[in-house]
């Protein structure tokens, strides 16, 4: 080609994507891909296969000068003041960098938007998905997904890192409440539900957004339920208990994949070739990219250029490169290295372009050569009373009552006097629970709207009903009855994990000094896992599994008082004591469960 037709080439490429309008069929797509890609250069590749955190990256003309094509914010990597407008201006204004490019191909943007768009003030927040999958409602889920994908690209995004599609077996793990539950089943209904909530009927929907089923693969199965940790089992049981869920995923059609840090026989995902290539893309046909996790390549050692070389040849597409403390390596290390690694063959030009292909695929799918922005006017309904609506019916449906003495819930909404015990009672950011607007969550009132569970409470009585709040228990006396609310503090990833899974005994005591009242006592647990209850189950008349369920507490009173009967199911077993904490599945020694799972009393 000479020059001048090579430059009419090159001005043609925009237009062509542009003139093409969704949706595509799938060899119309390939099509433009390979048109697309015969004219990259090699930094233009590799841009494509680089995502960076939005606090690591130096400059935003980066974005231009190195084509980056992904960008992501970790668990607290938020913008200015953390409010939806500001989200949709600065991944507006990232996006608007990556058009300034030669091809312009879009930039896109990522985040963990894990049970809602988690990390933006405002945001709903749905319960966890140990709590959806208490409710064993596929449509539910989906639906929650979709309120989720419209709320994530109102602040500009088209990527959520989700579903979470572990199989947790051992619930010392601190992440067992991102998983649905403890059956493979289970969390492959529901994993696909998400993938359908999220992507909509057509990715190219403005209030679609792009899935990632993570971490792949055996994230759960852990040894002692250790974070990052080691799954020692044959391929087997990986094949059958960890990746149905993934089949599920590619059946729904998920786009991305994230890969996980956990190793499996001593061998790290992020170097397993046989499980990336042969068994993900190849086996189960899994069509769109592979995303590395935060840092993970790091893991692999000896140094950095290796671990580059040895994560891209395993089958990663895109590498998540944040550059924190202690991380030494940033993008541009990384692009060095890759053009190296290429230049001397160790990393062969075929696996760049596969990994290019796959990218390119999945921003046309979403039409975002068409439209690199999102619909603006779904700014404003973040956190609408609609959204919340759906969040509220979540929480009804995941709360799992486990006893019920003489009928003690539901309660009378006209009793004289109730009496509320419990801190987690009135506290937003405990029932939110972790991957809430901060990384690891936090105490306290994290986010405007939302409803307590005191505050529900209150709102629903009868007018006449007094409702008094003791945190400490301390105020138990002329009580019609009590409730008590206890749990787990917030808590995330590494954070999390527990070799002792009793409910604290400040907890017990808080149920022993609402028996004292001699009334009915019905105790809410609000926790990322069973807990080993003793007394306090004991303790109690009724006892309800309230999980993490977010910000719509309205639900738990819905359930409390009768609005709305019970029908959660336990979506994991329930331990008996800390021997019990694995499932037969990966610890046949383990102690027997206090309840199966599946269990509730309205079985
Ligand atoms: C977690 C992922 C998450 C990523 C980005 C990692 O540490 O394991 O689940 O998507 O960070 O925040
Ligand atoms: C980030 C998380 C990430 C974690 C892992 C945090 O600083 O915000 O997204 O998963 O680091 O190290």
């Given at each position: 080609?000479?020059?001048?037709s090579?430059?009419?080439?090159?001005?043609?490429?925009?237009?062509?994507?542009?003139?093409i309008?969704?949706?595509?069929?799938?060899?119309?797509?390939?099509?433009?891909?390979?048109?697309?890609?015969?004219?990259?250069?090699?930094?233009?590749?590799?841009?494509?296969?680089?995502?960076?955190?939005?606090?690591?990256?130096?400059?935003?003309?980066?974005?231009?000068?190195?084509?980056?094509?992904?960008?992501?914010?970790?668990?607290?990597?938020?913008?200015?003041?953390?409010?939806?407008?500001?989200?949709?201006q600065?991944?507006n204004e990232?996006?608007?960098?990556?058009?300034?490019?030669?091809?312009?191909?879009?930039?896109?943007?990522?985040?963990d938007?894990?049970?809602?768009?988690?990390?933006?003030?405002g945001?709903?927040?749905f319960?966890?998905?140990?709590?959806?999958?208490?409710?064993?409602?596929?449509?539910?889920?989906?639906?929650?997904?979709?309120?989720?994908?419209?709320?994530?690209?109102?602040?500009?995004?088209?990527?959520?890192?989700?579903?979470?599609?572990a199989?947790a077996?051992?619930?010392?793990w601190?992440?067992?409440?991102?998983?649905?539950?403890?059956?493979?089943?289970?969390?492959s209904?529901?994993?696909?539900?998400?993938?359908?909530?999220?992507?909509?009927?057509?990715?190219?929907?403005?209030?679609?957004?792009?899935?990632?089923?993570k971490?792949?693969?055996?994230?759960?199965g852990?040894?002692?339920?250790?974070?990052?940790?080691?799954?020692v089992?044959?391929?087997a049981?990986?094949?059958?208990?960890?990746?149905?869920?993934?089949k599920?995923a590619?059946?729904?059609?998920?786009?991305?994949?994230?890969?996980?840090?956990n190793?499996?026989?001593?061998?790290?995902?992020?170097?397993?070739?046989?499980?990336l290539?042969?068994v993900?893309?190849g086996?189960?046909?899994?069509?769109?990219?592979l995303?590395?996790?935060?840092?993970a390549?790091?893991?692999?050692?000896?140094?950095y250029?290796t671990?580059?070389?040895?994560?891209?040849?395993a089958?990663?597409?895109m590498?998540?490169?944040?550059?924190?403390?202690g991380?030494?390596?940033?993008?541009?290390?990384?692009?060095?290295?890759?053009?190296?690694?290429?230049?001397?063959k160790r990393?062969?030009?075929?696996?760049?372009d596969d990994?290019?292909?796959?990218?390119?695929?999945?921003?046309?799918?979403?039409?975002?050569?068409?439209q690199?922005?999102?619909d603006?006017?779904?700014?404003?309904?973040i956190?609408?009373?609609?959204h919340r609506?759906v969040?509220r019916?979540?929480?009804?449906?995941?709360?799992?009552?486990?006893?019920?003495?003489?009928?003690?819930?539901?309660?009378?909404?006209n009793?004289?006097?109730?009496?509320?015990?419990?801190?987690?009672?009135?506290?937003?950011?405990?029932?939110?629970?972790?991957?809430?607007?901060?990384?690891q969550?936090?105490?306290?009132?994290?986010?405007?709207?939302?409803?307590?569970?005191?505050?529900a409470i209150?709102n629903?009585?009868?007018?006449?009903?007094?409702?008094?709040?003791?945190?400490?228990?301390?105020?138990?006396?002329?009580?019609?009855?009590?409730?008590?609310v206890?749990?787990?503090?917030?808590?995330?990833?590494m954070?999390?994990d527990?070799q002792?899974?009793?409910?604290?005994?400040?907890?017990?005591?808080?149920?022993e000094?609402?028996?004292?009242?001699?009334?009915?006592?019905?105790?809410l647990?609000?926790?990322?896992?069973?807990?080993?209850?003793g007394?306090?189950?004991?303790?109690s008349?009724a006892?309800?599994?309230?999980?993490?369920?977010?910000?719509e507490?309205?639900g738990v009173?819905?359930?409390?008082?009768?609005?709305?009967?019970?029908?959660?199911?336990?979506?994991?077993?329930?331990?008996?004591?800390?021997?019990?904490?694995?499932?037969?599945?990966?610890?046949?020694?383990a102690?027997?469960?206090?309840f199966?799972?599946?269990?509730?009393?309205?079985?």
């Open positions: 080609m000479n020059s001048k090579k430059l009419l080439g090159l001005l043609w490429l925009p237009l062509l994507a542009g003139c309008s969704a949706p595509h069929d799938a060899a119309d797509t390939d099509r433009r891909v390979a048109t697309l890609l015969a004219q990259m250069t090699l930094d233009e590749k590799i841009g494509q296969m680089v995502q960076v955190d939005l606090l690591a990256l130096k400059d935003k003309a980066d974005i231009q000068k190195y084509f980056l094509g992904s960008m992501l914010s970790g668990g607290s990597s938020d913008p200015a003041d953390n409010r939806p407008q500001t989200w949709l600065a991944v990232y996006q608007s960098w990556a058009l300034k490019t030669r091809l312009k191909i879009p930039l896109i943007y990522g985040v938007a894990v049970h809602g768009h988690n990390n933006v003030l945001a709903v927040v319960p966890h998905h140990i709590g959806m999958g208490a409710t064993h409602n596929p449509a539910l889920v989906e639906q929650a997904e979709h309120v989720t994908a419209m709320e994530v690209a109102g602040t500009g995004i088209r990527w959520a890192f989700a579903p979470c599609i199989v077996q051992d619930e010392r601190g992440r067992t409440y991102e998983s649905f539950g403890d059956s493979t089943e289970l969390v209904e529901l994993g696909a539900a998400s993938v359908r909530g999220l992507q909509g009927k057509n990715l190219a929907d403005s209030t679609s957004v792009l899935a990632c089923a971490h792949f693969i055996g994230d759960g852990t040894q002692g339920g250790v974070d990052q940790g080691n799954d089992c044959d391929a049981t990986i094949r059958k208990l960890y990746l149905p869920p993934y599920a590619v059946e729904a059609g998920v786009g991305s994949i994230m890969v996980s840090y190793s499996w026989n001593g061998k790290k995902m992020h170097g397993n070739k046989y499980l290539t042969e993900l893309k086996e189960l046909g899994f069509k769109g990219f995303v590395s996790d935060w840092a390549i790091d893991q692999l050692a000896p140094d250029k671990d580059v070389e040895n994560s891209i040849n089958g990663l597409d590498i998540m490169i944040p550059n924190g403390p991380q030494p390596n940033n993008y541009v290390d990384f692009i060095q290295d890759l053009k190296q690694l290429v230049a001397q990393v062969p030009m075929a696996r760049i990994a290019v292909r796959r990218i390119l695929r999945v921003k046309f799918q979403m039409g975002s050569f068409e690199p922005y999102t603006p006017s779904l700014t404003a309904q956190g609408s009373a609609e609506a969040a019916d979540c929480v009804r449906q995941s709360l799992v009552l486990l006893k019920n003495n003489n009928l003690a819930v539901p309660l009378a909404k009793l004289k006097h109730l009496v509320v015990v419990g801190a987690a009672a009135d506290d937003l950011g405990i029932q939110c629970g972790g991957w809430t607007i901060g990384w969550g936090e105490t306290g009132k994290v986010t405007p709207g939302g409803t307590t569970i005191l505050t209150k629903t009585v009868a007018p006449g009903t007094t409702v008094t709040f003791s945190p400490d228990g301390s105020d138990v006396k002329g009580a019609d009855a009590v409730v008590v206890v749990g787990e503090l917030p808590y995330a990833e954070k999390g527990r002792d899974l009793s409910l604290p005994a400040t907890d017990i005591a808080l149920v000094k609402a028996k004292s009242a001699g009334v009915p006592v019905i105790t647990l609000l926790s990322g896992r069973p807990l080993i209850l007394n306090a189950l004991d303790s008349d006892f309800i599994a309230a999980w993490l369920p977010g910000t507490g309205q009173a819905d359930v409390l008082f009768g609005d709305y009967k019970p029908t959660g199911k336990l979506p994991r077993q329930w331990l008996r004591d800390n021997a019990g904490a694995a499932t037969q599945a990966v610890q046949p020694s102690s027997a469960p206090l199966p799972s599946g269990y509730s009393l309205n079985n």
